[in-house]
Structure formats: C-alpha cells, structure tokens
C-alpha cells in the first residue's frame, strides 16, 4: 500500500516510517521540515499541510494515510503574544487537518488514521475512562492552552468526513516514551545532576506509552475495516505518577536534590482504557512497566560517559 505520513519527520514520525518500510508498504512523508536523514526509498515532501496545493500533491495515489502533523505554538509564546500565537495555532492545526481530509476524500482514499491525544478528556485523576467518557480539553494545559481543544476539534472534522464516505480512525495517543525520548524526566534528570529541585506536577502521570506500542497499533489499524469511523485509546498497561518517577531518579542519580512538587491542575493526571482497542482489534500493549528502566538506562548513560559521578 502506499501510505502518506503527516510529521513523518518527527519523533513518531520517523519511526512510523520505518515500521512501514519494514512491513513492505510504499511511503510518502509531508513535513514542513527536512528529516535529519532521509531513509531510501521514501518520497519526502517539505511543505506544510496548511498549503492546500502541496497537500493535493502528496496525496496522489495514496491509499492510505497517517495525520501525525501539529505546530506547536503557544506553548511557549510570550505572554503579551499568547492571545494571537494561539489564534495562529488553531488555524494552521485545523485548517491543514482540514486541507487533508478533502484531498483524502478526493483521492478515495482506503483509510486516514488521526492521531489525536488523551489531552482531550482533560485532568480525569486515576480512575480510567474510556472513549465514551466527556471530554474537556479545556481543563488541561498539557500540550498548551489550545492543543487538546483544537485536537478534539480534528477529531470532529475527521469523522464529518467519515460520514462523506472517507474511511476515519482516530487513535487517541497518550505520552509516548522511548530510550531516545524522556520528555519531562529528562529534565528532572538534568535538576538532579545540577543540584537543582527536582520539579513534578503533583498528581501528574497516567497510562504512558512505549513508542513500540504505537507502531504497533498504527500498523494494526491500517486497512482494516472494523477500526473505521471509530475512536480508540491507545496508551500503555501500567499507571505512572510523575511524583514517584522523580523519586527514582533522585534516587538512581544519587542526588542530594529535593522533591518540589507544582500545583497546577491543568497537569493533573489523565487515566484512560485501552479495552476497546484490544476487543475490536486484539491490540495488547507488550511494554510493561517500561519506565523506570529507561530512566535508569539514562542514567547509567550519564555515568559512563563521566557527566555523573
């Protein structure tokens, strides 16, 4: 099959591309940026979704799409510039998830797979919830103040189309994690050798996922008739808090750094079920409790190389 892959330069991106080459399909990447390095045999498109004339381009005899594309904004906007960098931020997210979906409907395309985020139940604490659970986006900063809003509304586009007869797969993707990405532990690792408080959301944490669950999953999905117009959790078998993690690498670095704890409820913990996921599809997530030894890995990595004594 021939697939086009949104942000397949990025961090998922990039390993999608490879667990697609690998699985024998024929790929096609649409980035607003160039990859660090182009794997052979991929057609690589560097522009961004939000131009409707490349994105007719790239989806030419296409059967099946991935929408892994986002800009990121206002996360780290300044304060004076926050109200239009957000307004910028929803534009190009859902106008170019919008360019995507028509090209995709023109195209007839077999399947459009939307990555989308758990960011969208907002803060639910630890009780997991499942696709049907009320979303609100709005109560979670994770991401910025408009990722999970404007994420949501992608994902409502997505199956209005699906009604226009574009098969739809939305995979609600929760905080994806490998050796090669700690996200924020890396940064409790960097406080913890420079002496510095180790900084955690209080209540912050939930079912986070190993990088090899979501290639899985992806490739699982792909053309299979039963996953479309549906909307499913994909996240990993184990709850983490955030506040324990922290503890570990104090602990593992040997470091005499303390534990602040933020309070911040719009960082509070998201738990969500995979049961659908595993029952529609037999999807099982193979990474257990995965996290702890990356963090250790990393550390040792430190060690070795002599930034840790």
């Given at each position: 099959?021939?697939?086009?892959?949104?942000?397949?330069?990025?961090?998922?991106?990039?390993?999608?591309?490879?667990?697609?080459?690998?699985?024998?399909?024929?790929?096609?990447?649409?980035?607003?940026?160039?990859?660090?390095?182009?794997?052979?045999?991929?057609?690589?498109?560097?522009?961004?979704?939000?131009?409707?004339?490349?994105?007719?381009?790239?989806?030419?005899?296409?059967?099946?799409?991935?929408?892994?594309?986002?800009?990121f904004l206002s996360e780290a906007s300044q304060p004076e510039l926050q109200p239009e960098v957000e307004r910028r931020e929803i534009q190009e997210n859902l106008f170019g998830t919008l360019n995507l979906l028509e090209a995709a409907l023109a195209a007839r395309v077999r399947q459009f797979v939307f990555a989308?985020?758990?960011?969208?139940?907002?803060?639910?604490?630890?009780?997991?919830?499942?696709?049907?659970?009320?979303?609100?986006?709005?109560?979670?900063?994770?991401?910025?103040?408009?990722?999970?809003?404007?994420?949501?509304?992608?994902?409502?586009?997505?199956?209005?189309?699906?009604?226009?007869?574009?098969?739809?797969?939305?995979?609600?993707?929760?905080?994806?994690?490998?050796?090669?990405?700690?996200?924020?532990?890396?940064?409790?690792?960097?406080?913890?050798?420079?002496?510095?408080?180790?900084?955690?959301?209080?209540?912050?944490?939930?079912?986070?996922?190993?990088?090899?669950?979501?290639?899985?999953?992806?490739?699982?999905?792909?053309?299979?008739?039963?996953?479309?117009?549906?909307?499913?959790?994909?996240?990993?078998?184990?709850?983490?808090?955030?506040?324990?993690?922290?503890?570990?690498?104090?602990?593992?670095?040997?470091?005499?750094?303390?534990?602040?704890?933020?309070?911040?409820?719009?960082?509070?913990?998201?738990?969500?079920?995979?049961?659908?996921?595993?029952?529609?599809?037999?999807?099982?997530?193979?990474?257990?409790?995965?996290?702890?030894?990356?963090?250790?890995?990393?550390?040792?990595?430190?060690?070795?190389?002599?930034?840790?004594?």
């Open positions: 099959m021939r697939v086009l892959v949104t942000g397949g330069a990025g961090y998922i991106g990039t390993q999608l591309v490879d667990a697609l080459c690998r699985a024998g399909h024929t790929v096609r990447v649409l980035d607003i940026d160039s990859p660090d390095s182009r794997r052979p045999g991929v057609d690589y498109a560097v522009s961004s979704m939000a131009d409707p004339d490349a994105v007719a381009r790239a989806m030419q005899d296409v059967q099946g799409v991935y929408h892994l594309a986002w800009r989308s985020s758990a960011v969208v139940y907002g803060p639910t604490g630890p009780e997991k919830v499942d696709e049907e659970h009320p979303c609100h986006p709005e109560s979670s900063a994770i991401g910025g103040p408009v990722y999970g809003i404007t994420k949501l509304a992608c994902e409502k586009y997505c199956l209005a189309y699906h009604r226009r007869d574009l098969p739809v797969t939305i995979l609600r993707i929760h905080g994806v994690f490998s050796g090669g990405n700690l996200c924020q532990f890396e940064t409790m690792i960097e406080q913890a050798l420079a002496g510095k408080p180790v900084q955690a959301f209080r209540g912050a944490g939930g079912q986070y996922t190993h990088i090899d669950d979501v290639l899985k999953a992806c490739l699982l999905v792909l053309d299979d008739p039963s996953a479309c117009g549906e909307v499913f959790n994909l996240a990993g078998a184990h709850t983490y808090r955030d506040s324990e993690l922290a503890g570990l690498i104090l602990d593992k670095a040997g470091s005499k750094s303390n534990l602040a704890l933020i309070d911040d409820p719009g960082q509070g913990m998201i738990s969500v079920s995979v049961g659908k996921l595993c029952k529609l599809l037999g999807h099982q997530p193979t990474e257990e409790e995965f996290l702890p030894g990356l963090i250790r890995q990393a550390i040792e990595k430190l060690r070795d190389s002599g930034k840790l004594a």
